[in-house]
T-cell receptor, first 113, second 115 residues
Framework: AQSVTQLGSHVSVSEGALVLLRCNYS??????LFWYVQYPNQGLQLLLK??????LVKGINGFEAEFKKSETSFHLTKPSAHMSDAAEYFC???????????FGTGTRLTIIP | GAVVSQHPSWVICKSGTSVKIECRSL??????MFWYRQFPKQSLMLMAT?????????EQGVEKDKFLINHASLTLSTLTVTSAHPEDSSFYIC???????????FGPGTRLLVL
């Protein structure tokens, strides 16, 4: 069975500071990993995904994530936070060949001016 | 590319009535779509998997007679909340699986308020 743990339900960073959102997963087979962002009253937008190609994945809006098999992690980072990054971020995992996603509980990112 | 739409974006209805929500993949075909429910400040809860041309697969605890799902074409799935009650008020989100990209793309969501 798959599972996703997002450490920190709330993260606050200053504008211009590094953003680090943590995601750890468990999966019995090589996983596909995703980060989605949700703005208030909207659906989810795909930020980036890992599907067994390069371990460092670059996404939209300057975000990137690194797949570390030894640590079963897929943390999301951005070098310099912008006010527009304030949103809810969800990490999700699926198994190869399984279309169903398992979501983490989400991390609310607040940007301090 | 990979755009998913939902209609309506919000709906208010009286208790006891039925409400239909449409989910469309606009620029790709999707044999599999998913319906989620999201409570305030919580993660998404998968309700059911919608399969084109066959019956939907419901998650444990989801009433299939209450939440009717139809996936009649490769670009359209519908969720009908039958005999809606105030406790059905929620934010409903659909997604469509883009097979070549092995990725789910999400609609903008539908907010349902049952009075």
């Amino acid at each position: 069975a798959q599972s996703v743990t997002q450490l920190g339900s709330h993260v606050s960073v200053s504008e211009g500071a590094l953003v680090l959102l943590r995601c750890n997963y468990s999966s019995s087979v090589p996983p596909y990993l995703f980060w989605y962002v949700q703005y208030p009253n909207q659906g989810l937008q795909l930020l980036l995904k890992y599907t067994s190609a390069a371990t460092l994945v670059k996404g939209i809006n300057g975000f990137e994530a690194e797949f570390k098999k030894s640590e079963t992690s897929f943390h999301l980072t951005k070098p310099s936070a912008h006010m527009s990054d304030a949103a809810e971020y969800f990490c999700a995992v699926s198994d190869f060949g399984n279309e169903k996603l398992t979501f983490g509980t989400g991390t609310r990112l607040t940007i301090i001016p | 590319g990979a755009v998913v739409s939902q209609h309506p974006s919000w709906v208010i209805c009286k208790s006891g009535t039925s409400v239909k929500i449409e989910c469309r993949s606009l620029d790709f075909q999707a044999t599999t779509m998913f319906w989620y429910r999201q409570f305030p400040k919580q993660s998404l809860m998968l309700m059911a998997t919608s399969n084109e041309g066959s019956k939907a697969t419901y998650e444990q605890g989801v009433e299939k007679d209450k939440f009717l799902i139809n996936h009649a074409s490769l670009t359209l799935s519908t969720l009908t909340v039958t005999s809606a009650h105030p406790e059905d008020s929620s934010f409903y989100i659909c997604s469509a699986h883009e097979t070549s990209q092995e990725t789910q793309y999400f609609g903008p969501g539908t907010r349902l308020l049952v009075l």
